[in-house]
């Protein structure tokens, strides 16, 4: 049986997140384990999901791209704390990126990325710090100790070129200075909508098309294939995120969901 749906931005957001909370390995590492969610916009959604508490997504940031003329001010902030969870419960006063040291084999770490190239399940992560940021502080950590990375990411987030050459292209100016932020190659557990969708329901997805008008630019439209009782599931999914209002507006005027 064959269907399809069409998500905003912001519903995309919420659907890998209800994916992401499903994941057979988050769960365990909830239950006798430790989960770290940096900050990020998908990652806010991720926090709800896996809580069941409501933040306010607007606070739990680091970096964003805007458009021109829009300032930051008022709009975003990184005034929450990291959410890092041991045994499902929260640890005060605890940083993601200093969670990793205590973390190993089992615990998951969730991290967001600023591009994606499907075709190779590569993400890309934007970093202007001169240090690496936040991939730069846990990378060699968490494959060391072989910590689950997992990489909730929207396919309107898919570039052309692989993320590998795209890093490549930009690390190649000698000339530029930091004007221009790099591209961290980054290998981990994809979770996109496709993966949210076959989490969470069982359907085989494909991502058909994207972009639109009046609130749809961004959006995809992924076509479904499954069983009937699947087909009727994510119609029921998709009630439940249909509507999610935009992660934030120019105005400031955000509502919680």
Not at 63 to 69: E, R, V
């Amino acid at each position: 049986m064959l269907s399809e749906i069409v998500l905003t931005v912001s519903e995309s957001k919420r659907l890998i997140a209800k994916g992401v909370a499903s994941m057979p390995a988050v769960k365990k590492a909830l239950a006798g384990g430790t989960v770290a969610i940096a900050t990020g916009s998908t990652n806010a959604y991720v926090v709800e999901e896996i809580t069941g508490s409501h933040i306010e997504k607007t606070k739990y940031m680091t970096g964003a791209t805007l458009p021109s003329g829009v300032s930051r001010e008022g709009l975003l902030s990184r005034q929450l704390p990291d959410v890092v969870l041991k045994h499902g419960q929260p640890a005060e006063n605890a940083s993601a990126a200093e969670a990793v040291k205590h973390m190993g084999a089992g615990d998951v770490f969730i991290k967001g990325a600023n591009a994606l190239h499907y075709e190779t399940s590569r993400a890309g992560v934007l970093t202007g710090h001169p240090t690496g940021g936040t991939v730069g502080a846990v990378i060699g950590t968490i494959i060391a100790r072989r910590i689950r990375l997992v990489i909730p990411v929207g396919l309107e987030k898919c570039v052309a070129e692989p993320i590998e050459d795209v890093s490549a292209f930009i690390r190649a100016d000698s000339e530029g200075g930091n004007s221009v932020p790099s591209v961290w190659p980054l290998d981990g557990e994809i979770i996109t909508e496709i993966e949210a969708l076959k989490i969470l329901t069982g359907v085989d997805a494909m991502h058909s098309a994207a972009g639109g008008l009046a609130g749809a630019e961004g959006a995809v439209r992924l076509v479904m294939r499954g069983s009937r009782e699947q087909i009727e599931q994510v119609a029921e999914l998709a009630n439940c995120i249909h509507g999610e209002p935009p992660f934030v507006s120019p105005s400031g005027e955000n509502k919680l969901r």
